[in-house]
């Protein structure tokens, strides 16, 4: 689909009211973008919109959305979708918090899985037909480093018999990593699909999750070597944005504020079809999502 000049651009980011995200919103704002700003808090989401709007003056909404809940994403596509117009530019997921103990949503699953990558990956396919309306469209995983060797618990995503936090995050952000692979793959005219990672980001949701003295250890930690969120968001708003990086995907971008730090995603066949196995547990959630 052809895109007129000056054709308005728009993008979605999830998490964007507060922290990394609230930063990539304002800065795809200031570039010209209407922005819509997802969340679970409407309060925090609504005040997060009248600190935007002098940042966006092509437009700021938020829209309310759990990416833990099947149910939330499907009225968050549903509310979407008409005020899109058929078109998506930019699709941002924020990392999100880590949960520290077990906790399973109301559809079953262990919070983090649901959180860091499962609603992430529901929502991206959701909307890759408006943004393959874009002439160049593209989605941006912002996430953690993940271990060279991916870790995905097919017999038990949700950690029932074995839970750490550890576990969590290497198995969710294997999850991402070869999710960003396979997308780019199915997907070789486009959208553009790449991951990046946040950093040391002071004063973020990821700390105030913390129990006390964990917090009390990260804070101090991120306060002597971490990075604002305005700087946190430079590779991701290029990577949403930049015409420069039009056919980059596939890569995983692995130090903030430097675009050169990237290695493209390569992971053996055998890694990339245990995810297919693990994602074919939702494929009905999949379609009744693309059907909405």
């Not at 793959?185 to 946040?198: L, Q, R, T």
Request: hydrophobic share 40%; net charge positive.
């Amino acid at each position: 689909m052809s895109e007129g000049k000056g054709m308005l651009r728009t993008a979605v980011v999830t998490g964007g009211n507060s922290g990394v995200g609230l930063a990539v919103a304002e800065a795809l704002g200031k570039k010209g973008y209407k922005v819509w700003i997802a969340g679970r808090n409407a309060e925090k989401g609504a005040a997060a919109v009248v600190r935007l709007r002098p940042h966006c003056p092509a437009g700021i909404a938020f829209l309310q959305l759990d990416v833990m809940l099947f149910s939330s994403i499907e009225q968050f596509v549903r509310t979407l979708r008409p005020q899109l117009g058929g078109r998506l530019d930019a699709l941002v997921h924020s990392m999100g918090t880590v949960a520290t103990k077990r906790r399973v949503s109301a559809d079953g699953l262990e919070e983090n899985w649901a959180t860091q990558f499962l609603g992430r990956y529901l929502l991206t396919e959701a909307l890759t037909l408006e943004l393959s309306k874009s002439e160049d469209g593209r989605v941006v995983f912002v996430s953690a480093n993940a271990p060279k060797k991916p870790q995905l618990f097919e017999d038990d995503p949700s950690l029932e018999k074995n839970f750490s936090t550890i576990r969590a995050i290497a198995q969710n952000q294997s999850a991402c990593r070869l999710y960003e692979q396979m997308y780019a793959d199915e997907h070789p005219s486009g959208p553009a699909i790449n991951g990046a990672v946040a950093g040391l980001v002071r004063d973020t949701g990821i700390i105030r999750a913390q129990p006390g003295f964990a917090r009390a250890i990260f804070g101090m930690m991120f306060h002597l070597f971490g990075i604002t969120p305005a700087q946190s968001a430079t590779n991701i708003v290029a990577l949403a944005s930049d015409p420069a990086l039009k056919d980059i995907s596939g890569y995983w971008f692995s130090k903030p504020q430097d675009l050169e730090k990237r290695q493209k995603l390569a992971y053996d066949e055998t890694h990339v079809a245990s995810l297919r196995r693990l994602l074919d547990r939702y494929a009905g959630v999949r379609n009744t999502l693309l059907s909405v």
